[in-house]
């Protein structure tokens, strides 16, 4: 009975592990080494740590963690919150991070020079520009609701980019996209867009995106190419970069993400928020580049 009683306790204990560490990896912060992401690594040397400390000082205790967090994982499989599904995602998404993923660096001017257009504003750039209005109170309110609608449970890992990532994905659900008139270009503020109920172009959904995401703190820029035009949001240097792109491989598990695609230049690099991808850094939907709108 001794030796039934051990191994019963030894496999509690393994158990105990596998939703402990993905748990605890939520709060670590991702960590980087030659390209590889370790983080969940950690959590589960972590995890193992607290195990055995438990089995060290007080043996009986890890049949108590075990039930107890066999039990939340039930109550939150009932109650739509962090569960079994979690878990395994959780596990697929560091080997999917590790493995499958690549990085898709869009080859046009824009990493030669995003800035070659800037001398070369027309009407049509001031329009827009005087479209992006981050400040209406309208905007800004629109913009915190739906920041905080999803990825809520990965804010202490992410930090502001849960808030981008959710309103992102609030709008590009419900953006449905609406011709203007034949031989009318009107460019809809995203005040306008969000009165009538999330509708317009391409045009309306990019200063839609941009006027959002700035609302809340981020940068974002409007790139114009043939025949359509899409925002761009600024993701920083390359190691914030990764980042961001760890973010979106995260929460946007369902997606089957094969690439993050990206311009940069000088260590600035730049995702697609286009409403033609289903997830931030989904591909361009051409490379024929007209202009580039600093705002």
């Given at each position: 009975?001794?030796?039934?009683?051990?191994i019963l306790?030894?496999?509690?204990?393994?158990?105990?592990?596998?939703?402990?560490a993905?748990?605890?990896?939520?709060?670590?912060?991702p960590?980087?080494?030659?390209?590889?992401?370790?983080?969940?690594?950690?959590?589960?040397?972590i995890?193992?740590?607290?195990?055995?400390?438990?089995?060290?000082?007080?043996?009986?205790?890890?049949?108590?963690?075990?039930?107890?967090?066999?039990?939340?994982?039930?109550?939150?499989?009932?109650?739509?919150?962090y569960?079994?599904?979690?878990?395994?995602?959780?596990y697929?998404?560091?080997?999917?991070?590790?493995?499958?993923?690549?990085?898709?660096?869009?080859?046009?001017?824009?990493?030669?020079?995003?800035?070659?257009?800037?001398n070369?504003?027309?009407?049509?750039?001031?329009l827009?520009?005087?479209k992006?209005?981050?400040?209406?109170?309208?905007?800004?309110?629109?913009?915190?609701?739906?920041?905080?609608e999803?990825?809520d449970?990965?804010?202490?890992k992410?930090?502001?980019?849960?808030r981008?990532?959710?309103?992102f994905?609030?709008?590009?659900?419900?953006f449905?996209?609406?011709p203007?008139?034949?031989?009318?270009?009107?460019?809809?503020?995203a005040?306008?867009?969000?009165?009538?109920?999330?509708?317009?172009?391409?045009?309306?959904?990019?200063?839609?995106?941009?006027?959002?995401?700035?609302?809340?703190?981020?940068?974002c820029?409007?790139?114009?190419?043939?025949?359509?035009?899409?925002?761009?949001?600024?993701?920083?240097?390359?190691?914030?970069?990764?980042?961001?792109?760890?973010?979106?491989?995260?929460?946007?598990?369902?997606?089957?993400?094969?690439?993050?695609?990206?311009?940069?230049?000088?260590?600035?690099?730049?995702?697609?928020?286009?409403?033609?991808?289903?997830?931030?850094g989904?591909?361009?939907?051409?490379?024929?580049?007209?202009?580039?709108?600093?705002?």
């Amino acid at each position: 009975m001794p030796v039934t009683r051990e191994i019963l306790v030894q496999i509690m204990a393994v158990i105990t592990i596998i939703p402990l560490a993905p748990f605890i990896c939520r709060f670590i912060p991702p960590v980087m080494i030659a390209g590889w992401n370790v983080d969940l690594i950690i959590a589960i040397l972590i995890a193992i740590v607290i195990v055995r400390a438990i089995m060290w000082l007080v043996r009986p205790l890890i049949i108590a963690a075990f039930l107890i967090i066999l039990g939340v994982l039930i109550y939150n499989q009932a109650t739509n919150n962090y569960s079994f599904a979690n878990i395994i995602n959780d596990y697929k998404t560091i080997a999917y991070q590790n493995w499958l993923i690549r990085e898709k660096k869009q080859p046009d001017v824009l990493s030669i020079n995003p800035h070659l257009f800037e001398n070369t504003l027309d009407k049509t750039t001031r329009l827009i520009r005087t479209k992006v209005n981050y400040q209406d109170s309208v905007v800004r309110n629109f913009s915190i609701q739906h920041s905080l609608e999803s990825f809520d449970d990965y804010q202490g890992k992410f930090n502001m980019l849960t808030r981008y990532l959710s309103l992102f994905k609030y709008i590009n659900t419900h953006f449905r996209y609406v011709p203007d008139a034949q031989r009318d270009e009107y460019f809809a503020s995203a005040r306008e867009t969000i009165l009538n109920g999330l509708g317009g172009d391409c045009d309306d959904h990019s200063i839609l995106m941009a006027s959002c995401l700035m609302s809340i703190g981020a940068r974002c820029r409007l790139v114009i190419v043939q025949g359509h035009m899409y925002p761009e949001l600024y993701a920083g240097n390359e190691q914030q970069y990764e980042l961001l792109s760890q973010a979106i491989i995260q929460l946007f598990q369902k997606e089957r993400i094969g690439r993050i695609y990206y311009h940069e230049h000088n260590n600035e690099y730049w995702i697609n928020l286009d409403y033609t991808a289903s997830y931030p850094g989904g591909p361009y939907m051409n490379d024929r580049v007209k202009q580039v709108i600093e705002l």
